[in-house]
Nanobody, 126 residues
């Protein structure tokens, strides 16, 4: 099993920044993909960003491209999401997710990830 714990959410004004972190523990050697998803009230969970750990490739949703950056700290088994130029529409609960090797088409799918964190609230005020 793999356990994921997020931290770093909060309240910020539009245009501000937040940094989320996700610490993985347990059978982390089996993890090749780590990403971030978000879910706003009344909406489905959606893909935000992902990194494939062997090679560090990153992929982003169009809505966050150029504003959000996903990064990793291998020594700490941590993946972070730096969020800049935040907008009110970025308000959501943000979830960290992890999986084994995924094909490119599966990277953005919620159902592809067996491991999830508890979520952290991000609220952007206008």
């Amino acid at each position: 099993q793999v356990q994921l714990v997020e931290s770093g959410g909060g309240l910020v004004q539009a245009g501000g920044s937040l940094r989320l972190s996700c610490a993985a523990s347990g059978r982390t050697a089996s993890i090749y993909t780590m990403g971030w998803f978000r879910q706003a009230p009344g909406k489905e969970r959606e893909f935000v960003a992902v990194m494939t750990l062997p090679n560090g490739n990153t992929y982003y949703a169009d809505s966050v491209k150029g504003r959000f950056t996903i990064s990793r700290d291998n020594a700490k088994n941590t993946v972070s999401l730096q969020m800049d130029s935040l907008r009110p529409e970025d308000t959501a609960v943000y979830y960290c997710a992890a999986a084994q090797i995924l094909s490119r088409i599966d990277l953005t799918r919620v159902a592809s990830y067996p491991y999830w964190g508890q979520g952290t609230q991000v609220t952007v005020s206008s």
